[in-house]
């Protein structure tokens, strides 16, 4: 069944998150190192969803890819013909693990760039520490041009 081994690929990308969060816990911890966890956390989470937020939508939405054989009663997943769309419990499994990827990584992290975008130009303009701290949180989606 693919049903697992699509399970398995759909956890790395939350996997990796939290394995990047943790190595930045224990650096700070074992280096006694000043630096602004949440900023640093926000902006290596949000280095790693860019490079793979393609890969990651493209993943989720494969099993909602499907097409119509001939006579058009049935459906079949574009990728895995053997499996019948919306009928198999394989297929069924595999929407609902899609679903929850999109529900809990994908939108939060567009929404996140979304707000930041908005919000960026009343914190620029803004003198307050909490501002510039905000700031180097976007650094992922606003800096990466700079030199």
């Known amino acids: 069944s693919p049903l697992p081994n699509y399970a398995m690929r759909q956890m790395v990308p939350p996997g990796g998150l939290v394995l990047v969060i943790a190595a930045m816990a224990l650096k700070k ?3 006694g190192l ?3 966890f949440g900023v ?3 902006n290596a989470a949000g ?3 860019k490079v793979g937020y393609m890969s990651i939508v493209l993943s989720c939405i494969l099993p909602l890819v499907c097409y119509s054989h001939p006579g058009g009663e049935r459906q079949s997943m574009f990728n895995s013909p053997a499996m ?3 009928e198999d419990d394989a297929h069924k499994g595999m ?3 899609a679903m929850a990827e999109l ?3 994908v939108l939060p992290f567009l929404a996140l760039v979304a707000y930041m975008t908005v919000q960026y130009p009343s914190w620029a303009r803004s003198p307050t520490a909490s501002a510039g701290r905000k700031l180097r949180m976007c650094r992922i989606a ?3 041009f700079t030199t």
Request: net charge neutral; aromatic share 12%; proline share 0%.
């Open 29 to 31: 911890r074992l280096r």
């Open 84 to 86: 019948l769309c919306y």
């Open 40 to 42: 640093e956390a926000v």
């Open 103 to 105: 529900s809990l990584l």
């Open 142 to 144: 606003f800096f990466q």
């Open 34 to 36: 000043s630096m602004d």
């Open 47 to 49: 280095a790693l969803m």
């Open 95 to 97: 929407v609902a693990i």
